[in-house]
Protein backbone atom coordinates (compact mmCIF):
# COMPACT_ATOMS: atom_id res chain seq x y z
CA UNK A 1 0.00 0.00 0.00
CA UNK A 2 1.49 3.26 -1.42
CA UNK A 3 1.72 5.68 1.87
CA UNK A 4 -0.35 8.12 0.16
CA UNK A 5 -3.60 6.39 0.15
CA UNK A 6 -3.25 5.85 3.86
CA UNK A 7 -2.95 10.23 4.90
CA UNK A 8 -6.62 10.15 4.65
CA UNK A 9 -9.80 10.40 7.16
CA UNK A 10 -12.85 9.98 6.88
CA UNK A 11 -14.60 12.97 6.68
CA UNK A 12 -18.09 12.48 7.93
CA UNK A 13 -19.53 16.29 7.42
CA UNK A 14 -19.55 15.35 3.76
CA UNK A 15 -23.03 13.85 2.33
CA UNK A 16 -23.11 10.08 1.57
CA UNK A 17 -22.15 9.21 -1.57
CA UNK A 18 -22.50 5.74 -3.09
CA UNK A 19 -23.18 4.76 0.85
CA UNK A 20 -19.75 6.15 2.25
CA UNK A 21 -18.71 9.42 3.28
CA UNK A 22 -15.50 10.83 0.93
CA UNK A 23 -12.18 9.93 2.25
CA UNK A 24 -10.07 12.61 2.03
CA UNK A 25 -6.55 13.61 1.50
CA UNK A 26 -4.66 15.26 4.10
CA UNK A 27 -1.56 15.89 2.50
CA UNK A 28 -0.42 18.61 0.17
CA UNK A 29 -3.14 20.26 -1.72
CA UNK A 30 -2.55 22.79 -4.40
CA UNK A 31 -5.02 26.33 -4.90
CA UNK A 32 -6.85 24.46 -7.39
CA UNK A 33 -8.21 21.87 -5.15
CA UNK A 34 -6.58 18.25 -5.71
CA UNK A 35 -4.05 16.94 -3.30
CA UNK A 36 -0.58 16.25 -4.86
CA UNK A 37 1.81 13.54 -4.55
CA UNK A 38 4.88 12.19 -5.84
CA UNK A 39 4.07 9.29 -7.36
CA UNK A 40 6.58 6.53 -9.57
CA UNK A 41 8.93 9.40 -9.86
CA UNK A 42 6.38 12.37 -10.81
CA UNK A 43 3.70 14.71 -8.86
CA UNK A 44 0.23 13.71 -9.40
CA UNK A 45 -2.99 14.36 -8.33
CA UNK A 46 -3.82 12.54 -5.56
CA UNK A 47 -6.87 10.79 -7.05
CA UNK A 48 -5.71 9.83 -10.54
CA UNK A 49 -2.36 8.35 -8.11
CA UNK A 50 -4.89 6.48 -5.85
CA UNK A 51 -7.47 5.13 -9.33
CA UNK A 52 -3.32 3.98 -11.00
CA UNK A 53 -2.95 2.32 -7.47
CA UNK A 54 -5.94 0.58 -7.52
CA UNK A 55 -7.15 -0.20 -11.04
CA UNK A 56 -3.99 0.31 -13.23
CA UNK A 57 -2.96 3.03 -15.77
CA UNK A 58 -5.79 5.38 -16.27
CA UNK A 59 -6.64 5.20 -20.36
CA UNK A 60 -5.39 7.76 -22.68
CA UNK A 61 -8.40 10.08 -23.43
CA UNK A 62 -10.00 9.69 -19.86
CA UNK A 63 -10.22 11.47 -16.46
CA UNK A 64 -10.46 10.13 -13.04
CA UNK A 65 -14.07 12.07 -12.24
CA UNK A 66 -15.41 12.10 -8.80
CA UNK A 67 -19.21 11.21 -8.21
CA UNK A 68 -18.57 13.69 -5.16
CA UNK A 69 -17.24 16.66 -6.39
CA UNK A 70 -15.03 16.53 -3.71
CA UNK A 71 -11.53 17.22 -5.19
CA UNK A 72 -9.16 15.78 -2.55
CA UNK A 73 -11.36 12.91 -2.38
CA UNK A 74 -10.33 9.61 -2.76
CA UNK A 75 -13.04 6.98 -1.79
CA UNK A 76 -12.64 4.36 -4.59
CA UNK A 77 -16.52 4.57 -4.63
CA UNK A 78 -16.62 8.08 -5.31
CA UNK A 79 -14.06 7.59 -8.33
CA UNK A 80 -14.86 6.72 -11.91
CA UNK A 81 -13.39 6.99 -15.29
CA UNK A 82 -15.23 9.09 -17.58
CA UNK A 83 -14.74 11.51 -20.41
CA UNK A 84 -14.45 15.18 -20.04
CA UNK A 85 -17.81 15.54 -21.31
CA UNK A 86 -19.08 12.29 -18.66
CA UNK A 87 -17.96 14.62 -15.89
CA UNK A 88 -19.88 17.84 -17.09
CA UNK A 89 -23.08 15.65 -17.53
CA UNK A 90 -22.71 14.37 -13.91
CA UNK A 91 -22.13 17.78 -12.62
CA UNK A 92 -25.50 19.08 -14.39
CA UNK A 93 -27.17 16.57 -13.33
CA UNK A 94 -26.65 17.03 -9.75
CA UNK A 95 -27.08 20.58 -10.10
CA UNK A 96 -30.71 20.08 -11.40
CA UNK A 97 -31.42 17.82 -8.76
CA UNK A 98 -30.19 20.03 -6.19
CA UNK A 99 -32.43 22.51 -7.85
CA UNK A 100 -35.25 19.47 -8.08
CA UNK A 101 -35.25 19.34 -4.07
CA UNK A 102 -36.13 23.17 -4.08
CA UNK A 103 -38.99 23.90 -6.13
CA UNK A 104 -41.90 21.80 -7.62
CA UNK A 105 -42.40 21.91 -11.33
CA UNK A 106 -45.81 23.87 -10.57
CA UNK A 107 -42.90 26.72 -9.04
CA UNK A 108 -40.79 26.45 -12.14
CA UNK A 109 -43.70 26.74 -14.51
CA UNK A 110 -45.31 29.76 -12.57
CA UNK A 111 -41.61 31.30 -12.35
CA UNK A 112 -40.66 30.62 -15.96
CA UNK A 113 -43.89 32.42 -17.00
CA UNK A 114 -43.90 35.16 -14.30
CA UNK A 115 -43.34 38.47 -15.84
CA UNK A 116 -42.86 40.39 -12.19
CA UNK A 117 -38.85 41.52 -11.07
CA UNK A 118 -36.34 38.69 -10.72
CA UNK A 119 -35.58 39.99 -7.47
CA UNK A 120 -39.52 39.79 -6.02
CA UNK A 121 -39.36 36.12 -7.59
CA UNK A 122 -36.55 35.11 -5.97
CA UNK A 123 -37.68 36.57 -2.68
CA UNK A 124 -41.17 35.41 -2.63
CA UNK A 125 -39.94 31.87 -3.07
CA UNK A 126 -36.72 31.54 -1.32
CA UNK A 127 -34.11 31.54 -4.05
CA UNK A 128 -31.84 33.58 -5.43
CA UNK A 129 -32.17 36.21 -8.34
CA UNK A 130 -29.27 34.57 -10.42
CA UNK A 131 -31.57 31.06 -10.25
CA UNK A 132 -34.52 32.64 -11.32
CA UNK A 133 -32.73 33.95 -14.41
CA UNK A 134 -31.41 30.38 -15.07
CA UNK A 135 -34.59 29.35 -14.71
CA UNK A 136 -36.19 31.38 -17.13
CA UNK A 137 -33.23 31.11 -19.88
CA UNK A 138 -34.28 27.44 -19.37
CA UNK A 139 -29.94 26.36 -18.31
CA UNK A 140 -31.10 24.08 -15.49
CA UNK A 141 -33.95 22.60 -17.03
CA UNK A 142 -33.46 22.85 -20.28
CA UNK A 143 -34.24 19.37 -20.82
CA UNK A 144 -37.35 18.57 -18.71
CA UNK A 145 -40.50 18.23 -19.82
CA UNK A 146 -42.59 21.13 -17.86
ZN1 LIG B 1 -15.81 11.64 -2.14
Known amino acids: MKKFLT????DTSTPKVK???CLVFTGAVIPTGYGHVRYEG??????RAAWTERHGPIPVGLNVCHHCDNR?????RHLY???TQDNVDDRQ???RQRYRAKLTDAQVREIMASTERQVDTAARYGITQGHVSNLKHGRMRA???L
Request: one cysteine or more; hydrophobic letters at 30%.
Open 42 to 47: EVWRVH
Open 143 to 145: TRN
Open 93 to 95: RRG
Open 81 to 83: LGT
Open 72 to 76: PCIED
Open 7 to 10: RVFR
Open 19 to 21: GVH
